[in-house]
């Protein structure tokens, strides 16, 4: 017995029965999802190295968060981490730190917009 989601109201769903528990969908016919890479419009995008955020993010605050596909996020900790810095170095020390662990938290900008668009053609 495995688990299938649900096309209309993505709930998970046992794959033995005809309609959805929660919204009372027919579940019909189960396919896999189609996965196409590089093939014009609808690729998957490749997504940014978790890695290489963390680094860009140690050597100037925020650059890791514009990395990942956030570019005004990143932009708002560098002006904040600067700022910190200025004021003092112990706080710009610790938003620096902030910053860096956020990259290494969130999920990319690209992984976001991949996860939609297989939720969204994993019947057609």
Same mark, same amino acid.
């Given at each position: =017995?495995?688990?299938? %989601?649900? /096309?209309?109201?993505?709930? *998970?769903?046992?794959?033995?029965?005809?309609?959805?528990?929660?919204?009372?969908?027919?579940?019909?016919?189960?396919?896999?999802?189609?996965?196409?890479?590089?093939?014009? $419009? +609808?690729? &998957?995008?490749?997504?940014?190295?978790?890695?290489? !955020? $963390?680094?860009?993010?140690? $050597?100037?605050?925020?650059?890791?968060? =514009?990395? *990942?596909? %956030?570019? &005004?996020?990143?932009? #708002?900790? $560098?002006?904040?981490?600067? +700022?910190? %810095? /200025? !004021?003092?170095?112990?706080?710009? #020390?610790?938003?620096? &730190?902030?910053?860096? =662990?956020?990259? &290494?938290?969130?999920?990319? !900008? #690209? #992984? *976001?917009?991949?996860? *939609? %668009?297989?939720?969204?053609?994993?019947?057609?």
């Amino acid at each position: =017995m495995g688990i299938v %989601y649900c /096309a209309n109201c993505e709930g *998970k769903c046992s794959d033995q029965i005809l309609q959805c528990p929660h919204c009372g969908h027919p579940l019909g016919e189960i396919t896999p999802p189609k996965i196409i890479y590089n093939t014009g $419009f +609808a690729a &998957l995008e490749r997504e940014p190295s978790i890695f290489i !955020a $963390f680094i860009l993010s140690i $050597f100037i605050p925020g650059l890791g968060q =514009m990395y *990942k596909g %956030y570019p &005004l996020t990143g932009i #708002a900790w $560098f002006i904040i981490t600067i +700022a910190g %810095y /200025a !004021a003092l170095v112990t706080p710009g #020390a610790v938003l620096h &730190l902030v910053c860096v =662990m956020g990259t &290494l938290c969130d999920e990319s !900008a #690209a #992984a *976001k917009r991949n996860r *939609k %668009y297989i939720r969204k053609n994993i019947n057609n």
